[in-house]
């Protein structure tokens, strides 16, 4: 009970700057949230999903295959689905396969980094947030000093409070929610090598499914 009342009698001594700073926390903090479960869920099963599809595939069960990759979710899964639901008419131009995975790469990375931008602004603007604060705190300062005519501690301690508050607040969301963006980034660039994995595994695939006359791929001039 201590604690909160602290919190909130800091909160208060911060001045109209807490507000917008509390509130990118808590959009900030949201986000982290949603992108940690969002990349984990996309990530987990990927190898097992391109070592089942491919069993399946080579084994002529097209059907058993696309049920896995359906199953399964994460971008690797999309591609392959994508893939494989073009091998199951039997018959499809060179180019469709491959213009068919890279939409599908395209919309999966899309989705993917959603909400970087939310995370990247937020760790720009807290920082300045606190620095506005930080001017607000010192002109009201100066204004007091003004106002009195001397130059008395206890008139400037107020405004120099608000700026050490707002520039304490803003770096605390500054610094996590960079760290943040970052790991994220991380995790995207391995879910891309997973979207290359799969996109190399279904054309491989589609190419052994022809060299055994169970799909026929026409050339780009053979369309009509």
């Known amino acids: 009970m201590g604690s909160q009342y602290r919190l909130l009698t800091l909160f208060a001594d911060g001045g109209f700057m807490m507000y917008p700073l509390v509130l990118?926390?808590?959009?900030?903090?949201?986000?982290?949230?949603?992108?940690?479960?969002t990349l984990h869920i996309s990530h987990k099963g990927t190898r097992k999903v391109l070592e089942e599809v491919e069993e399946l595939t080579l084994a002529g069960d097209?059907?058993?295959?696309?049920?896995?990759?359906?199953?399964?979710?994460?971008?690797?899964?999309?591609?392959?689905?994508a893939g494989l639901r073009r091998l199951q008419g039997g018959r499809l131009n060179a180019g469709e396969l491959e213009a068919a995975v890279a939409t599908t790469g395209t919309i999966e990375l899309s989705f993917l980094e959603r909400g970087l931008v939310i995370l990247a602004t937020i760790?720009?603007?807290a920082p300045l947030m606190g620095f506005l604060g930080t001017v607000a705190g010192m002109?009201?300062?100066f204004a007091a000093i003004e106002a009195a005519g001397n130059v008395d501690p206890a008139l400037v301690a107020g405004g120099i409070k608000v700026s050490l508050l707002t520039t304490a607040a803003g770096?605390?969301?500054?610094?996590?929610v960079n760290i943040a963006y970052n790991f994220f980034v991380t995790r995207i660039d391995r879910l891309i090598v997973d979207m290359e994995q799969g996109a190399q595994k279904i054309i491989g695939l589609a190419w052994a499914l022809e060299k055994t006359g169970k799909i026929e791929?026409?050339?780009t001039d053979n369309t009509g």
């Open 171 to 176: 770096l605390t969301i500054a610094i996590p």
């Open 123 to 125: 760790a720009n603007v």
């Open 217 to 219: 791929i026409l050339s």
């Open 62 to 81: 097209l059907n058993g295959a696309v049920q896995v990759a359906t199953e399964t979710p994460g971008p690797a899964s999309a591609i392959l689905l």
């Open 24 to 37: 990118c926390s808590m959009i900030g903090f949201g986000v982290v949230i949603a992108k940690a479960i």
């Open 139 to 141: 002109i009201l300062a």
